[in-house]
Antibody, heavy 122, light 108 residues
């Protein structure tokens, strides 16, 4: 079955960096598959906030204004691992970060990972 | 940016009753770009409805979605205790992708 497993969360001081990973498995990446992958975060006790998306080929990337210029998406050549490089972290970036799959770039999220917690604190 | 406003904030119902959750968008959107996700306490979200009215795989037919224009709704009939969760509507037609603030459904 489809699985998305996030890792890399932890406690970090404001201004520092952290890299999250999301490993996707349980489905086939064919030359015709156009899955997109998103990061969505949830601050403690709050709702869902979309962070960023990367297209199936890695050529299209879009970011929320709140993270633009600080966060960078990438994926490995096999397209099975997604990365979120987070720089200049702020206290307000504290959240559980979820990886989610979409059938295409502007599409619903059909599978979610279990999330990884990022805490930004001095 | 398309802003989603959900109502009510909290809904408390008894088993067997019907819940109707509302999601209003700040501008007219295609129904092809509205989804609903369920998030039980301590768990990751799970897709329930996509394209406004299509049930996701494994979702019982007690769940139904409808709407068009700026008004969308999620209806859950024959409520069960396991339906207790926060439900988020989700717009995915353009960037930035947005979510509503959530409706907490309590079934007891």
């Amino acid at each position: 079955q489809v699985q998305l497993v996030e890792s890399g969360g932890g406690v970090v001081q404001p201004g520092r960096s952290l890299r999250l990973s999301c490993v996707a498995s349980g489905f086939t990446f064919s030359p015709y598959s156009i899955y997109a992958f998103h990061w969505v975060r949830q601050a403690p006790g709050k709702g869902l906030e979309w962070v960023a998306v990367i297209s199936y080929d890695g050529n299209q990337k879009y970011y929320a204004d709140s993270v633009k210029g600080r966060f960078t998406l990438s994926r490995d050549s096999s397209r099975t691992t997604l990365y979120l490089q987070m720089n200049s972290l702020r206290v307000e970036d504290t959240a559980v970060y979820y990886c989610a799959r979409g059938p295409s770039l502007y599409d619903y999220f059909d599978f979610w990972g279990q999330g990884t917690l990022v805490t930004v604190s001095s | 940016e398309v802003v989603l406003t959900q109502s009510p904030g909290t809904l408390s119902l008894s088993p067997g009753e019907t819940a109707t959750l509302s999601c209003r968008t700040s501008e007219i959107v295609s129904s092809s770009y509205i989804a609903w996700h369920q998030q039980r306490s301590g768990q990751a979200p799970r897709l329930v409805i996509y394209d406004a009215s299509s049930r996701a795989t494994g979702i019982p037919d007690r769940f139904s979605g409808s709407g068009s224009g700026t008004d969308f709704s999620l209806t859950i009939s024959g409520l069960e205790a396991e339906d207790s969760a926060v439900y988020y509507c989700h717009f995915y037609g353009s960037s930035p992708i947005t979510f509503g603030q959530g409706t907490r459904l309590e079934v007891k």
